[in-house]
Structure formats: C-alpha cells, structure tokens
C-alpha cells in the first residue's frame, strides 16, 4: 500500500502525443452498453439503440389535403366554364375540411375556392377533378414498418413528431454513461461568498457537469476529497463501482500532495501520465477495475480542454455516435504567435471582421485564466512541430461562435476602461445582434491595430511629455495619413489606488520612494504607464528607483486587484476601479480618454449606434454612477486626417 508519507514527487512519465493518448484510451475503454425503453415526449437529445420502425402509417386514412368537396373525379369530367357542371350533396359530393377522411366512394377533392353554391344542397364546378387531387393517400409521410431512424441517430424535436406520428410513443435509447467527478485538494471549498484567504472555490466540478450533460452523459459528484491518499483511494473505489467512467480533478501532476496518478497505479493500471499538450500536459489515463478513471489538471483551461479531448471521445463512443467537429474559419493573424517545438499549443482567439478580412489576436494563454475560453471566439491548434506563426499569417481556426455573430461584432483595442464595458451593455441593448469585443493592449497598442486594419475602435489616454496635449500629437505622428476620426469621450480621474484607510499614507510619488513602498505598473505602451513616466521624469525620479515598476498589469481592475490582494502598496490607475474593489482612491490628475476610428466605420451603421449609445442619457447616468469621470463635448469630433 502506498502511504502519504512514502510518496514522493514523480517526473512526467512521457510526452505522449495527444492522438496516440487517445487512441489508446478509446481501445481501453470496454463496457456493456447499456439500454433504455423512454417516454418518446422525453426523448430529446437522446441516441436510439436500436433501429426504429413506424407502428402506424402516416396518415393511417385517406386524407383530405384542402378545405373543399370529395368527388368522384369521372363525375366532373366534361365540366368547363362554358359548360359548368352541377352536383348534388351526399349523391355526387361531400363536405371536407383538410384532414378529414375521404369517403370510400370518392377519389378526388376539389378546393372549396373553386366551387360555387347554388342553393338546394347544389354547386357548380368549372373545371373537371384528377384522380387523387389534394388527398393525402396512406402513409404519403410514414408507411407502417418502415424504418424510420437507424441506431446511433441522435433524436432532434422533428424526430420526436416523426415517432408520433408512426405509433411509437416509447423508444429504446442508449442509457446515458455516468460519469463520476471527485474534485481533490485541501484548498477547495464549494461555491459560496464567504471564502477566507487561501480558499479556492470548487468551479471546475459545476463545468465538467454541464459539458458531460451536454455531450450526452449523466453525472454525478463525489464531494470533495482532501489531499490524502487513503481519501482519495476509498472515492476512487466507491466511483468506479457506480459509474462508467471516473474523473478526478487536480492532483494529476508531479507536485508533493499529487496522488492521483499513484492510487491508480496501486488500484489498477495506468497507461498515460502527461501530454504532449500546452496547456492540459499533466494528465492521468487509467483504469481501475475496468472503469477508465483520468486524472485532470487542476487549472481550469487545461481541466477543460483535457476533459474535451479524452473524456468527450469515451461518451461519444459508449453512446455510438461521432465525436462532433467545430466549424473552421481561415483567419489573419493580428500579433505574432510564438510556440515550442514538441508540443502542441492550443491558444484561445479573439477574432474580428474588419475591412472585408477575419483579424484574429490571441487571449491570454496562461492555463488558469478561466476568462480566456469565456471570450474566447475560437480556437488555434499549433502542431508540435511548429515554431509557431508571424503575424499576418493566414490560419485555421476552431469556432466557438457562429460565424454571422462574429461579423457583426464591434473590434475594440487600445486602452482599459469599465466605461468600456459598460458601452458593450448598452450597444447589446440597443441592438441584439451587435456586441462589443475589448482586447485590452494599451493606447499605442490600440493605434497601432487602427493603422494595421485590425480593430474598428481604439481608446487612448496618451499625454505627450513635450506639449501636454491628449492623444492629438500622437494621432499626427502615427495616423496622419490613414483617414482616421478622433471622437471626444469622457474625462476621467487618475490617481493612487490605495488598500481601505490609506495605512501608507501615500499622497504623491516622492511617498512611494521615500518608503520604498511596493508600486505595480501598467504595461509598456498603456496611457497610464506614459502618464506614470511623465510625473518620474518632471520630478527627476529615476524608474529602478520604484520597488515594483518593472510589474506590469494589462488593466486597471488588475491594479486594484494587486493592491486589494496585498501585493502591492499602490498602482496608478482611475477611481472606477478602486470603487469597484472598494480601495481608497488618492486623486491625481484628470485626462482625456477618447476613441480613435477609421473615417469608413465612423460611417457605417455600427458606428452610429456606438455614437448615439455614448451620448445617451442613461449611458451618461450609468458612468455618473460609478464616479471619477467627466461627460463635456462627448462624441463630438475633435480630429480628423485625410488619407
């Protein structure tokens, strides 16, 4: 038996490549399909077992197809409109509405719109009827014993009336495969506000459910297990005996308390322990008592992805149907992507249609970075033997999204703003189909994208340290000649984010270097880092004089995130973020935030509805709500350069 206090760390067994990963799980994976008889009303979504065949034919009657009258169609032959022909009720027609049965004694129906009432119980016709005209003859739609879905058919809600109609009000489908999830760590805590310092709320559990229930399995959840091996060992035994297949997420890697892959070891067989992936490498494949149980990591990007790639495959298969296959798009590359050889890279993509061209950027790679997929509008997969992509190359990407929401979406780079966000939700409410993407890069960042075609909008807060003037100086030196508009938006207040109370006392640079206080900055090229250096260089403050400047944060929320955390003393950043965490916030200074975009989408109908969002009353009254920011001349033009 393996006690806690004998397990050691352990390197990666291999670099698998993932295909061969999975296809040795899938040849590993044996089971006994199990079967269901179901209410055909409850039968949405699930996969049939069996081939079905219709009880009834559809319709099971000679059916009218009209309102109108059943004849007998050699009773109108010789009618025409210069020689009508009369008929009498119940001797040479009948009375029908569409749906009714037909009479045995008649074979055609004529539309009541071509009849006319003559009193007596008799009407005229003009034109003769066709054998069989507007009858639905027995089973035109079903015709009793035919097949009507093969097995291994996913039943869709037409597929359900389809049943109905041939008799079948049961059906016989796969039984859903049980997947068991056993979230692990000393760490984790169930969802809930009231979390102290070093908890970590149990998310990973509620996304593993929801995609198992999507992909077509049942789950259930074990609870969570501390870190001990012989925790652990009991859930891995007690889950394998109730499910098909056993998740358990986090302890899959090399760390002190990662025991995952050594329970399976001493309960059963392990056949793969780390991928040729990034992120998802630390994970575990094995059985034990021939119920596959995997190890995922614990860092949700890579637990997500992993759970896609391996456990996705094992209920497609139980189920018998086809692993699906997301939509692809060929796309430019807006940045540079840099990847290693011997592993493949999976980076989450934000992607735009700006000027007739699909421009695609990468999100944050890191593996924890939950918010990556969340916005993620598709997926690229840099082969392992690849060293990656220079920017403008033309790729393939994934989609997570339909291609039509993409096109009508609003390309928003440059600089951070909540206003931003704030602008997306009231865009979305003027107009469902339009939404905004914000990619935060920084003002030079943001006009640099402007002048390369690859976003619609760019904010900028940019004070040159020679004239004192806004973002106007830059636009003439960068963007002279790219037809572009300069829009007035908001005024907003910059300053010194500090934790509740002020315990520092900081009211001015020269406090963060008198106390070497621990300073977190914006990154290179941001409006706020360019501000940060002006007030160094007009105070005579050298940069490595500041404990912290080479720390860098790509928004302002992260700022008041690192100082709300404790790892920072202060960060320069505006009074909406230090509100939103509820920081203390030291005035500075205030400064011109507005929005850069080519003359072309200025135009354009999107750019209409982002003008009249931003000047609207209740846009205005949102931003007054959260404070630190002025409203004058807002989405007037101020600039504007000809081509």
Request: hydrophobic share 40%; charged share 20%.
């Amino acid at each position: 038996m393996l006690l806690q206090e004998q397990i050691k760390r352990i390197i990666y067994l291999e670099d698998k490549p993932r295909e061969q990963a999975l296809v040795e799980l899938l040849d590993k994976f044996q089971f006994n399909r199990a079967v269901e008889r179901i209410s055909t009303t409850e039968a949405r979504g699930r996969v049939t077992a069996v081939p079905i065949y219709a009880a009834l034919s559809m319709p099971h009657f000679h059916a009218s197809a009209m309102d109108g009258i059943a004849v007998h169609a050699e009773t109108t032959y010789g009618a025409h409109e210069k020689n009508p022909k009369q008929l009498i009720e119940a001797i040479d027609f009948h009375y029908v509405d569409t749906g009714d049965p037909i009479p045995d004694e008649y074979n055609a129906v004529i539309m009541i719109e071509h009849v006319q009432e003559r009193g007596n119980k008799t009407i005229e016709i003009i034109e003769p009827a066709a054998p069989w005209q507007h009858i639905r003859p027995v089973g035109e739609d079903v015709v009793s014993g035919e097949m009507l879905f093969s097995q291994g058919h996913t039943l869709r809600a037409v597929d359900l009336g389809a049943l109905l109609a041939g008799g079948m009000t049961t059906v016989t489908v796969v039984k859903k495969p049980v997947v068991a999830i056993i979230p692990t760590g000393n760490e984790l805590v169930e969802p809930t506000l009231h979390v102290k310092k070093g908890d970590i709320i149990d998310f990973n559990s509620t996304v593993f459910y929801s995609y198992i229930e999507q992909w077509g399995g049942t789950a259930f959840h074990k609870g969570i297990i501390k870190d001990n091996p012989e925790l652990l060992k009991k859930a891995i035994l007690e889950a394998v005996d109730m499910a098909d297949i056993v998740i358990v997420n986090a302890g899959s890697s090399a760390g002190s308390e990662d025991y995952t892959v050594h329970m399976i070891a001493e309960l059963g067989e392990v056949f793969t322990h780390g991928v040729a992936t990034r992120p998802g490498k630390p994970v575990v494949l094995g059985k034990v008592k021939d119920t596959i149980v995997i190890g995922l990591p614990g860092y949700p990007v890579s637990a997500y992805l992993t759970l896609e790639w391996f456990v996705q495959p094992l209920i497609c298969k139980y189920l018998g149907v086809q692993v699906p296959k997301r939509e692809t798009l060929s796309v430019q590359l807006g940045r540079r992507i840099v990847s290693t050889m011997g592993s493949e890279d999976f980076i989450r993509m934000n992607i735009g249609y700006v000027n007739g061209r699909f421009i695609a950027n990468p999100l944050n790679r890191g593996a924890g970075v939950t918010m990556s997929l969340v916005r993620a509008d598709g997926l690229l997969v840099i082969p392992s033997q690849s060293l990656g992509f220079e920017q403008g190359t033309e790729v393939e990407v994934e989609l997570y999204k339909p291609v039509e929401e993409i096109k009508k979406a609003i390309l928003f780079s440059g600089s951070h703003d909540l206003s931003i966000d704030v602008l997306a939700s009231f865009i979305k409410e003027d107009d469902i189909q339009n939404d905004v993407i914000s990619s935060h890069t920084g003002s030079m960042s943001g006009i640099m994208a402007i002048k390369k075609g690859e976003t619609h909008v760019a904010g900028v807060h940019l004070l040159d340290s020679e004239t004192g003037e806004y973002n106007i100086p830059f636009i003439k030196k960068y963007l002279n000649q790219d037809n572009v508009v300069v829009v007035k938006f908001l005024q907003r207040e910059q300053g010194w984010i500090v934790p509740k109370g002020n315990p520092k006392h900081i009211q001015s640079i020269e406090d963060i270097v008198r106390h070497n206080l621990l300073y977190v900055n914006r990154q290179r090229g941001a409006g706020t880092r360019l501000l940060f250096d002006f007030f160094l260089q007009t105070m005579n403050i050298q940069p490595d004089s500041i404990h912290g400047y080479n720390r860098e944060m790509y928004t302002h929320l992260s700022i008041a995130a690192a100082v709300k955390g404790g790892s920072a003393d202060t960060g320069l950043g505006v009074y909406s973020a230090a509100k939103a965490l509820q920081l203390d916030f030291i005035p500075v200074a205030y400064e011109s935030y507005d929005l850069i975009m080519k003359q072309a989408f200025y135009e354009s109908e999107q750019g209409q509805i982002l003008l009249r969002v931003m000047k609207s009353d209740s846009f205005r009254q949102k931003l007054e709500s959260l404070g630190g920011y002025r409203f004058e001349n807002i989405g007037e033009v101020i600039y504007e350069t000809s081509g």
